[in-house]
C-alpha cells in the first residue's frame, strides 16, 4: 500500500523543482508552463493528504 503522506511530499517535491525550473528560465511560456504544472502538483499533494483522511 502507498503512504499517502509519502505521495504527498513527492507531489510538492515536484512542485519546488518546477518552480525552480521556473525561475531560472529566460522563456516566459516554458515558465508559465512550469508554474502551472506546480500548481497542479500542489493541487495532487493535498488531494493525496485528503485522501489520507478518508482511510
Known amino acids: 500500500m502507498v503512504d499517502p503522506t509519502s505521495v504527498a511530499k513527492t507531489y510538492r517535491d515536484k512542485a ?5 525550473l ?15 504544472l506546480a500548481k497542479e502538483f500542489e493541487q495532487h499533494a493535498i488531494q493525496a493528504e485528503q485522501a489520507e483522511g478518508c482511510n
Do not use: S
Not at 16 to 20: D, E, F, G, N
Not at 24 to 34: F, K, N, V
Open 16 to 20: 519546488a523543482r518546477c518552480r525552480r
Open 22 to 36: 521556473a525561475r531560472q528560465t529566460t522563456d516566459r511560456e516554458i515558465a508559465q508552463r512550469l508554474i502551472e
